[in-house]
């Protein structure tokens, strides 16, 4: 079954279709199920008879696609061409196809009604190539085909912009925001800390856009920094199951991983691109399972690659590349059980040359592009916009002068940007809390199986501050639901927000007497939440829909 933002993208794109004569884009972060909304469009076009080609660069995506078409629809008939697939077929209904064994057989396709192009922002803006090659043969043999293209970064790092009214794609007709999936359980939270080890890249010069790789590697490869940077990251991971590591070249990423190795911390082992297939796959489905924890790689393990387990990165790479630095954070994103977020350990200074991963900076093309300041908390490294007055990982407060914006000096500084630009947001104030009240909330107009939350109302005076916690929801929602309610009582844990009351009314709850609140947008957020202090209410539990430690209306309280 598709989810809902899955739907809205294979709407937005037919109704482009009917609409429009040219080309669009779809544009879904990493983890949102490209391949479904791929899948869904070919189920459509067979539908009407429509002939499809399905294009992609690895054969990784290729076979994800071919197994989520048989998983959406069994009956659906399509062809695989991919010579590192061991597959020629060319299907009348679908054809999915690597890029490099096709580009110079269009004419064997015959007409194609529908082009659909995974990770669309590798197509050059102009010039030849495979891409261009096999998209002008097939547009020769039918000027009408029409072509989607999908990705999670439309931009390239030569030309900005993948659509445009002189390019092949003209407009996005659906984007997908990452922090939406992220608040509705279906992205799992990025969280920033800069490491203290800084590398200096002033004699690293730039050619093609981007760092040149051999002296990028001599400045990565230095046997005293990889210590320290490694020393940094076995200390920031103790508590992570698996640390999926980014390199520059073979040598730094051999040297990484033999003083990991011999930090004794977990296993590590290294991928390459020359790795054997075989001993590359066994190394990836260890690493899956949980047997490895440190997975350290070189220019591999980026597009197409899927970890669900995976709860930290350490990127030890710098790059000028916006759509690389968005690829090695995304390996974090999907979620998984028992995994509440994924730390990214940036040791190259990309967060603040690009900005967070769901408001990357395209640069334009002859420009210089505009740097922003931003702030590490001296007390746990988290990576805070400079505006904050107080660290919401731990509660630091920033002194005054602590508080004024901070200049990027290339040399020195690794990482000084959040990950999510969500992050960036200035903080309020301390507040005391003298009371607090908790209700049963159900969402205004909500259909009438959407779970309900339990509405913590802290009053702090002349301030009120509302939280929502959500017992009843699946995913990244209920994790934090978990964790918020551990630290509050000793009983078990709910599933419902009727169970939560009763235990309230009947046990008692801790309740902070401190709390931070961070302005986010019209709202006011609790960040943080300490100084319990246990109190128990006397008397019989109430109904499903009373309110506990406070005097409250009764009833089914519902908000916009």
């Known amino acids: 079954m598709l989810r809902p933002y899955q739907s809205a993208a294979i709407d937005a794109a037919w109704e482009y279709m009917r609409e429009k004569k040219d080309n669009s884009v779809i544009v879904a972060p990493t983890g949102s199920g490209k391949t479904y909304i791929i899948a869904q469009l070919i189920k459509d076009a067979s539908m009407w008879g429509g002939r499809v080609v399905l294009l992609s660069h690895v054969k990784e995506l290729l076979q994800q696609s071919a197994d989520t078409l048989k998983k959406l629809d069994s009956s659906l008939s399509y062809g695989v061409y991919s010579a590192g697939l061991n597959s020629r077929e060319i299907h009348d209904n679908c054809t999915i196809a690597g890029i490099q064994s096709v580009y110079q057989r269009a004419e064997e396709f015959g007409r194609v009604d529908l082009i659909l192009i995974d990770e669309c922002h590798l197509i050059p803006l102009d010039g030849e190539g495979m891409y261009r090659t096999f998209l002008a043969g097939l547009t020769t043999i039918n000027p009408d085909a029409r072509m989607v293209g999908l990705t999670a970064t439309p931009f390239r790092l030569s030309s900005g912009l993948i659509c445009g009214p002189n390019n092949l794609f003209k407009e996005t007709c659906h984007e997908i925001g990452i922090r939406e999936l992220i608040r509705d359980g279906y992205l799992c939270r990025l969280r920033s800390k800069s490491g203290i080890e800084k590398t200096d890249l002033s004699g690293v010069h730039i050619r093609g856009g981007d760092f040149i790789q051999s002296e990028l590697e001599q400045a990565m490869t230095d046997q005293g920094k990889v210590a320290l940077a490694c020393s940094e990251i076995a200390e920031k991971t103790q508590d992570r199951k698996s640390v999926l590591v980014f390199c520059v070249g073979v040598d730094h990423t051999k040297l990484v991983h ?303």
């Open 258 to 560: 033999q003083v990991l190795s011999e930090m004794d911390l977990g296993e590590a082992r290294y991928i390459l691109g020359d790795t054997p297939s075989d001993e590359r796959a066994e190394s990836i489905m260890a690493f899956k399972a949980g047997e490895i924890k440190f997975l350290v790689n070189c220019q591999v393990l980026t597009t197409g690659f899927d970890a669900p387990n995976i709860d930290a990165i350490a990127i030890l790479r710098p790059t000028m590349s916006p759509g690389l630095w968005y690829q090695m954070c995304g390996r974090g994103f999907r979620m998984s059980p028992g995994k509440l977020d994924c730390v990214i350990l940036d040791f190259g200074g990309n967060a603040l040359r690009h900005g967070p991963v769901d408001d990357i900076t395209v640069p334009k093309k002859g420009k210089e592009q505009e740097r922003k300041s931003y702030k590490e908390c001296p007390n746990c490294q988290e990576v805070i916009s400079y505006r904050a007055d107080v660290c919401p990982d731990c509660g630091y407060f920033f002194k005054k002068e602590e508080r004024e914006p901070r200049g990027y000096n290339h040399s020195r500084d690794s990482s000084d940007a959040p990950i999510l630009s969500d992050e960036t947001k200035p903080y309020s104030e301390e507040c005391n809390v003298q009371n607090v009240v908790y209700k049963h909330h159900r969402k205004k107009n909500a259909p009438e199986n959407h779970p309900a939350t339990l509405m913590v109302i802290y009053d702090c005076g002349l301030t009120k501050a509302f939280e929502w916690v959500c017992l009843e929801h699946q995913g990244f929602a209920r994790g934090k639901a978990v964790h918020w309610w551990a630290d509050r009582s000793d009983q078990p844990v709910p599933d419902t927000v009727q169970d939560a009351l009763v235990s309230i009314n009947t046990y008692g709850l801790k309740r902070p007497q401190k709390i931070v609140l961070q302005a986010d947008g019209k709202y006011i957020k609790v960040v943080k939440a300490w100084d319990f202090i246990y109190e128990l209410t006397v008397g019989t539990p109430r109904d499903q829909r009373g309110t506990a430690h406070g005097v409250g209306p009764r009833g089914n309280e519902s908000a916009s």
